[in-house]
């Protein structure tokens, strides 16, 4: 298995420009996120979902749109990039075992908005 | 007040001494999960816990539901542990994670 997957690594952006991050995975979990990861901050939560054709917002997702088509991929868009939105990305999926959701990340994706 | 909380922020230990660092939450979890990050890197789950103690290698973690509490220890720290280490819960009956702010820990030789 692949894992989580992320693309690109970096990007860099001007203001007002519009791009998909993409996330995918083939472990066929149900449960995606999104998350940004700024200094000082701490990893939070921009939008999830809990399976093909259902998401829905985490504490920061304002500025992000996501969709989930399949169980395999959850993109993320910026429709229109703020230097606000500079940070690090991480998406991820978890599956229930034994009890529990055990968690697996991507490896970021390193945005830059000037 | 973060949901969870992390100490210390920052730790710099010299090679092969015994590291703690803390975590705090404030409500019942379903799961803790420990997680590590090398600078520039991804994020790697190191443990996922609901009681009791987990070893692997030179990393213990232990949890202590009462107090709401739990504990990462590295034994005979090295360099390579360099890294920031996250914290993060599973509020019962939710799927989402709620993170700490990270411990950055540096080991220097």
């Known amino acids: 298995n692949a894992g989580v997957t992320q693309t690109p690594k970096f990007q860099v952006l001007k203001t007002g420009q519009s791009m998909t991050l993409q996330c995918a995975q083939d472990?066929?979990?149900?449960?995606m996120s999104w998350y940004r990861q700024d200094p000082g901050m701490g990893l939070r939560l921009i939008h999830y979902?809990?399976?093909?054709?259902?998401?829905d917002q985490g504490e920061v997702p304002n500025g992000y749109n996501v969709s989930r088509s399949t169980t395999e991929d959850f993109p993320l868009r910026l429709l229109s990039a703020a230097p606000s939105q500079t940070s690090v990305y991480f998406c991820?999926?978890?599956?229930?075992?034994?009890?529990?959701?055990?968690?697996?990340f991507g490896p970021g994706t390193r945005l830059t908005v000037t | 007040k973060n949901e969870v909380e992390q100490s210390p922020q920052n730790l710099t230990a010299q090679e092969g001494e015994f590291i703690t660092i803390n975590c705090s939450y404030s409500?019942?979890?379903?799961?803790l999960h420990w997680l590590q990050q090398h600078p520039g890197g991804g994020i790697v789950s190191l443990f996922m816990l609901s009681s009791g103690k987990k070893k692997h290698g030179r990393l213990i973690a232990t949890i202590n539901i009462q107090e709401k509490h739990s504990s990462l220890h590295i034994t005979a720290s090295h360099p390579r542990d360099s890294a920031v280490y996250i914290c993060?819960?599973?509020?019962?009956?939710?799927?989402?994670?709620?993170f700490g702010q990270g411990t950055r820990l540096t080991i220097n030789p």
């Open positions: 993060a819960v599973r509020w019962s009956r939710a799927q989402k994670l709620v």
């Open positions: 991820a999926s978890s599956i229930f075992v034994g009890g529990v959701y055990e968690q697996y």
């Open positions: 979902s809990v399976g093909a054709g259902i998401t």
């Open positions: 472990m066929n979990h149900e449960y």
């Open positions: 409500v019942g979890i379903s799961a």
